[in-house]
């Protein structure tokens, strides 16, 4: 494989170190740096072993790996070093009390150590009482290890007020958060309640474990409960279900809870029997084997209970009212388990009996996986007949099935008999406008899409839908009026949806500005991207590991208003930092690519053509150096150097091809066709190599070669209908397109 070891300067190590003090997203390929930096400043040490400066940032980054790795013991001898030195003593002291207490199951119930710890903490204070960690990690060993909780509310109260460090691996995310759980524990659930809030609020949009956000909300709903703020405490066990279904805290105090359970506890307890029960049939939608989380374990005396009965009841009418038999089917097998597990044997079997009845679905669902359409259908029909009460189900079944055998027809026709049973269901208008817009036949497209969203009557995702048919139809302002709509939609403020439905947001600003430019309003078009850029900035501070993409963006809007010096600002920023990565990693081909895009963006062809020369040298030399090797495709030790060969060779072609060599991509194609002829065997797997083989045959213009190896597919899935459509294309001498280089090397590799 590459060499992929990076020689970081000390100046890189420490901005890197910087950045975790700030607990700022380290880019990918530096996260593990503290491994490769501890070697690199022990090499520094050996010339100038008393060095501070350089063993304090040996300290820094022995504490990281040792934090994750739990390697404490080079990290004390380090500290003790600097203690000599007398060197930033009031971190050494704190690192070397912090070292102590997270190695402390070592020296667990050792009453010296423990003593030792918070004398050093204390030492560090009285040096320096300004950095909130050296406070947090005295209130956390006063409340696990001292159970002094008076001093360890105190403690923790002094970092959250202080709330600045100048530590490593610090807890800044979760002061509030702990001050919290400790209030909680002694009853102070109004402080709780403030602690809890103040925590979600400013960690909200840095959560490491986008999980860990289910606890906070579920700590704040057991603190508005204890505080007897009920109807507040079940929105914010709501919010923790809706993060995380299946959240349980792991705690000190509460041990396993799991928040649907203090959901639907709060529920009975407050006489809310049908909400509990909802509560129970939405976890269901979300985790098939939810309600089981709220048995207690080993509770004789649960068969018959309330909540027995409640779980059955929840299960019923899932069954009852859900049309996807997949659904009921798990729902039945889930209750049915529930039944077995207490004894109640004739209604399991009942159960059962039900499931056997679903297998006419499983065989029209087996007749359509094997595109035997017509048997499917005809399957559908005979449950009709057996169930015509169900027959709405089924008429979806039939209309599904013909758009997948693309009849379209007969699939509006069934989707229409839907709407008469159920004239009020948006679905089925939103499947037939799908079809419609599928055909391009956007005018009644328009038609469904607007009766879907008449049902729904909000902003929803429908709407971009309507726009983009709108575009098509030429229809500018009804478009643009659709995206306004859309819009509107209030997502929900969690990590995961601001990543996503903002990111959907930016690229509907957009394309309103691209609308009014169309129409040549040109104020709306500017008003529109600067929206636009605003979007970014936001996103940016949201979405720390994307903020180049983002950059990118503003760029680009900046062009299209015409402000060329703000565009060339940023690339030329982007262009530095591309440099500065290019200098740590030089065999990655994928930062020679982008940069050269980038000086492309600012018309600076020359330095296009050097960035992608330099990157042909570093291709050339790593391919001669595998080429040096005895490599062996069958050898499985092997796998990888040969997938990074092909990733360079590939590459290599890609950037022949920029620098308009074609002629010299023809020997690098000859080689990946040998490397995917001797994946060949009989099975239906290497078809994944000849379509390979196949395309390359066609980009080295040897047609009859490249018919030859299509027509070997069909041999091998004579239901390859991609391979039948480029037999058909290469006989009446049709141009057939390729895919891009790197699609054939990402391919799947056997294994």
Known sequence: MLDNKKNYTIEEIKELINKKINNEELEYDDVLYYKEAQEILNNHLKNDPNNKELLFLLALVQYEDSYFNNKYKKLRITLKKLLNLNYK???????????????????????????????????????????????????????????????????????????????????????????????????KSQEAIENFKKAIEDSIDCFNDFYKASDYWHYLGLSYEKNGQYDEALKSYKMALDIDVRSELDDYFYDCLKALKSLYDLYKKLGKNDDALYALKDSIEKDISAPFMIITFGDKDFKGSETYNDIVQAYTDIIDGSWHYCQSNACREELADLYRRYGEYDKAIELYNQISIENYKNIAETYIKAKNYKKAIDTYKIIIKMYPDNELNYYIDIARTYEEAENYNEAIDYYNKAIEIDSENSDYYINIAEIYKKLENYEEAVNYYNKAIEILNEPCEYHEKLAECYESLEKYNNSIEAYKEYLKID??????????????????????????????????????????????????????????????EIAYIYIKIGNKEKAFEIYNDLIKNYNKKISRNKNNYGLFEKQANLYLKIDDKESTLETYNKAIEVCLKNIKSFENK????SDNDDKNKISSYM???????????????????????????????????????????????????????????????????????????????????????????TADIFELWNRKYKQ
């Open 89 to 187: 003593k009031d971190k050494v002291l704190y690192y070397l009390a912090a070292s102590y207490y997270y190695d402390r199951y070592y020296y667990d119930n050792n009453k010296k150590i423990q003593k030792e710890i918070i004398e050093l903490l204390e030492n560090t204070i009285e040096l320096n009482n300004k950095d909130s960690e050296y406070w947090y990690l005295l209130g956390t060993v006063h409340f696990f290890v001292i159970k002094d909780y008076d001093k360890a509310i105190e403690f923790h109260k002094k970092a959250a007020e202080i709330n600045y460090t100048e530590t490593i691996c610090n807890n800044k995310e979760y002061y509030y958060y702990r001050l919290g759980q400790i209030n909680l524990y002694l009853g």
């Open 491 to 552: 997502y929900k403020p969690f990590l995961y949806d601001i990543y996503t439905n903002g990111s959907s947001k930016l690229d509907t600003l957009k394309k309103i500005a691209s609308l009014y430019d169309k129409l040549n309003d040109i104020e709306n078009r500017n008003l529109y991207y600067e929206k636009a850029i605003k979007k970014c900035r936001k996103l940016i501070k949201k979405d720390k590991r994307n903020k180049k993409r983002y950059l990118k």
């Open 630 to 633: 005895k490599i062996s495709i």
């Open 647 to 737: 990733e360079g060779l590939s590459y290599l072609a890609f950037f022949y091809q920029k620098v308009s060599k074609p002629e010299n991509c023809i020997n690098i194609y000859e080689k990946l066709i040998k490397i995917y002829e001797e994946n060949i065997t009989d099975d239906e797997e290497s078809t994944f190599y000849l379509e390979s083989i196949a395309e390359l045959y066609i980009k080295l213009n040897q047609k009859d070669n490249a018919l030859k190896t299509y027509k070997r597919i069909l041999e091998i899935d004579k239901d390859n209908n991609e391979a039948k459509e480029k037999i058909k294309d290469i006989e009446s001498g049709k141009e057939v397109e």
